[in-house]
């Protein structure tokens, strides 16, 4: 079993930044594509974010890039996502997923992610 703990939400001004993270507890963290989605109030959860088991390699919604960065520390058994330029229309729930099969299409789909965090709330303010 998983667990994924995520933090640094909070509010911010539109223009603003913030720095996520999310710790896995209880297998070991290399083995894990990880993922950051979010979801905001009567919404789908949306892709965000991915990084392959190394982070050699990376995947972003198209909304996103050039704004947030997606990077894992290993030996932290960390995954941070760093948000800049953030806008009023990102307010959401941000999650925390790990995919234990592997970098491919998938990757940008919920359904590959066997385990989810609680979610950490990102409120911008416009």
């Known amino acids: 079993q998983v667990q994924l703990v995520e933090s640094g939400g909070g509010l911010v001004q539109a223009g603003g930044s913030l720095r996520l993270s999310c710790a896995p507890s209880?297998?070991?963290?290399?083995?894990?594509?990880m993922a950051w989605f979010r979801q905001a109030p009567g919404k789908k959860r949306e892709f965000v974010a991915a990084i392959s088991r190394i982070g050699s390699s990376t995947d972003y919604a198209d909304s996103v890039k050039g704004r947030f960065t997606i990077s894992r520390d290993n030996a932290k058994n960390t995954v941070f996502l760093q948000m800049n330029s953030l806008n009023a229309e990102e307010t959401a729930v941000y999650y925390c997923g790990a995919n234990p099969r592997g970098w491919g299409g998938l990757v940008l789909s919920a359904t590959a992610y066997d385990y989810w965090g609680q979610g950490t709330q990102v409120t911008v303010s416009s």
């Open positions: 209880g297998r070991t963290f290399s083995n894990f594509v």
